[in-house]
């Protein structure tokens, strides 16, 4: 197939952007990989791995003459390296981002770009606990849900051609507006990780009492818990900053939904306890049907990794 882009520039070389240089270049969607990270390790990872064809010091540097220029920073990094990379952008470049917020990536990162370059904010609803440049892998967004956030005045032909590389990168795209994604994501993502992430704090204080036990024992619910709870802080840390408001909604909703199956469980209440659950398990037989999930006890993850 001939290249999508003649030259794709990644800012930040972790997860997100290693596994999208490894699909761009499986099925050469582009002519040329660049890439950039902030720390000297880092970047020397990834000249070791070779998933870009050059590796550069500065993000000025990487997004010279590059039609697209992927941010694939933390969310709270979005700002400052829009700042940095806009005296140098061509004209006519897409800028996207994988940002897993939207509404404060967009504030952070519209101002900085001169009108002459696209932006288009994206989020694929695909990763892993891992993260650095080891951690990518071509499969990740196959079949996985990739959301595109147009712009009011968003160029028809960039849209379609953005798209089209994620299509090909396996993913399913549909567009979405920025504070929706933003709630969406507080239900399906944020507020769960804040849960696992209170959860094995919990366990961790109890195990100074039971003496490890928690993890000896660890049954299936914990562990499943740990694997997310053990996602990158500095990722996390930045998610919660810059979605406040709907992940307080939803973890609002959350502690009254905790209260009344609290309130059953002292009265005895068995028959709401069984009406819960079994609402709930209709929800991950949807997941699993909708290719979302495989029914392995370890998400289907241990497969790819
Ligand atoms: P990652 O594996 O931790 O990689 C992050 C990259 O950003 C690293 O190359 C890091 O460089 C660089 N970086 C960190 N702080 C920076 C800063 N202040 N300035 C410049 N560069 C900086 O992260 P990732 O999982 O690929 O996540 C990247 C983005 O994708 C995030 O916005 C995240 O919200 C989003 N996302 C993640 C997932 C997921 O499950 N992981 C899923 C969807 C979307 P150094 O290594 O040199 O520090």
Known sequence: MTALYKKVAFIGLGLIAGSMARAI???????QLVGTARSASTRETARDIGFCDEIVETPAQAVKDADLVVLAVP?????????????????????????????????????????????????????????????????????????????PGTDEHELARLKLLWEKMGSQVEFMDADHHDLVLAVTSHAPHLIAYTMVG?????????????????????????????????????????????TLEILGRFT??????????RTGDGDLLHDYFTRTRAIRRGIIEA???????????????
């Open 291 to 305: 290719g979302q999930d495989t029914d392995a006890p370890d998400f289907g993850r241990g497969l790819k990794r």
């Open 202 to 246: 919990v366990a961790d204080d109890l195990r100074r009492v039971t003496d490890s036990e928690v993890i000896k024992y660890s049954a299936a619910g914990f562990r499943d818990f740990t694997r997310i709870a053990a996602s990158d802080p500095t990722m996390w840390r930045d998610v919660f900053m810059n979605n406040k408001d709907a």
């Open 25 to 31: 270049r499986r099925d050469h969607l582009a002519d």
């Open 75 to 151: 969310v709270g990094a979005m700002g400052d390296v829009a700042r940095e990379i806009a005296p140098h952008l061509e004209p006519g470049a897409v800028v996207t981002d994988v940002g897993s917020v939207k509404r404060a990536v967009i504030d952070a990162v519209a101002p900085h770009l001169p009108a002459n370059v696209h932006f288009i904010p994206g989020h694929p609803l695909a990763g892993t606990e891992h993260t650095g440049p080891n951690a990518g892998f071509a499969e990740l967004f196959e079949n996985r849900f990739l959301l595109l956030v147009p712009l």
């Open 256 to 265: 009254e939904e905790l209260f009344a199956l609290q309130r059953a469980i």
